[in-house]
């Protein structure tokens, strides 16, 4: 089951910020998307930069210096 949610959550702190930002359930994990607002004090891959989320299990990727990704497990 799909679940696609628009309504910003305090679960991602970037979120709160962010209108257009929004949250995608497939299964057991969760796919949150939103424009990046944080500057970076190095430098960034233009295309794809990978790191580890905030939190443990979450993996963040920056698309196009712009995008950003988080996947991580879905809470029940």
Not at 36 to 61: L, Q
Request: hydrophobic content about 45%; proline content about 4%.
């Amino acid at each position: 089951m799909t679940q696609f949610d628009l309504a910003s959550t305090a679960r991602f702190a970037i979120a709160s910020s962010n209108p257009s930002s929004f949250s995608v359930r497939l299964g057991r994990r969760e796919i949150f998307v939103c424009r990046d607002s944080y500057v970076r004090r190095y430098r960034v891959n233009p295309v794809i930069e990978c790191s580890a989320g905030i939190e443990p299990g979450h993996v963040e990727i920056l698309l196009l210096r712009r995008w950003l990704v988080v996947l991580s497990k879905a809470r029940i």
